[in-house]
């Protein structure tokens, strides 16, 4: 775990670095392509939705974690080692949901904000490696799926009485 909480160090420090600044003053600085991809969907979040939580995002992690594995269900029987990276993401994610609320609740040991984040910090940089795993195995480019959905996503949109059904493609 000590590995983990200096990678935990050095995350924190580099975002603290840029937290406080728009998309343009980001950009303007050089940033690289995920902590400007950061910064620009902060950005969104924050004019577009109330009420931004660590438990909002955990679960949309895993609604998302669960969206993938619905659309993985008809490719089953066909692709076996597929599926067992899917099961390793939402194991990462389940971690990440663990420690965040242990962590809320003060037990498991997770009393500690410093250790707490360095477990989510771990789950969430294996949700990564495993997601990118599995983008290799099924031929997709991660950084062409992360960029143009995070873009997509930026567009298109909140739901509103007149359209409620704005999620999804």
């Known amino acids: 775990m000590s590995d983990m909480v200096t990678i935990?160090?050095?995350?924190?420090?580099m975002f603290d670095s840029y937290a406080a600044?728009?998309?343009?003053?980001?950009?303007?600085?050089?940033?690289?392509q995920i902590s400007q991809l950061q910064v620009d969907l902060a950005a969104w979040q924050n004019t577009r939705f109330e009420g931004n939580t660590r438990e909002r995002m955990a679960l949309g992690m895993a609604e998302?974690?669960?969206?993938?594995?619905?659309a993985l269900v008809g490719?089953?029987?066909?692709?076996?080692?597929?599926?067992?990276?899917?099961?390793?993401?939402?194991?990462?994610?389940?971690?990440?949901?663990?420690?965040?609320?242990?962590?809320g609740q003060k037990i498991r040991q997770m009393g500690d904000p410093e250790k707490a984040r360095a477990a989510v910090a771990d789950a969430i940089a294996d949700l990564w490696v495993f997601t990118f795993q599995l983008c290799t195995m099924m031929r997709l480019d991660a950084g062409v799926l992360l960029f143009e959905t995070a873009?997509?996503?930026?567009?298109?949109?909140?739901?509103?009485?007149a359209a409620p059904t704005m999620g999804g493609r």
């Open 64 to 70: 998302e974690a669960g969206e993938m594995y619905d």
């Open 21 to 32: 600044w728009t998309p343009a003053e980001a950009r303007a600085h050089g940033l690289n």
């Open 75 to 103: 490719m089953i029987e066909e692709v076996i080692e597929k599926l067992l990276s899917a099961l390793k993401i939402g194991r990462a994610v389940g971690k990440a949901a663990h420690a965040i609320l242990k962590a």
């Open 8 to 13: 935990y160090r050095n995350s924190r420090a």
């Open 151 to 161: 873009a997509y996503v930026m567009v298109r949109g909140v739901p509103t009485a």
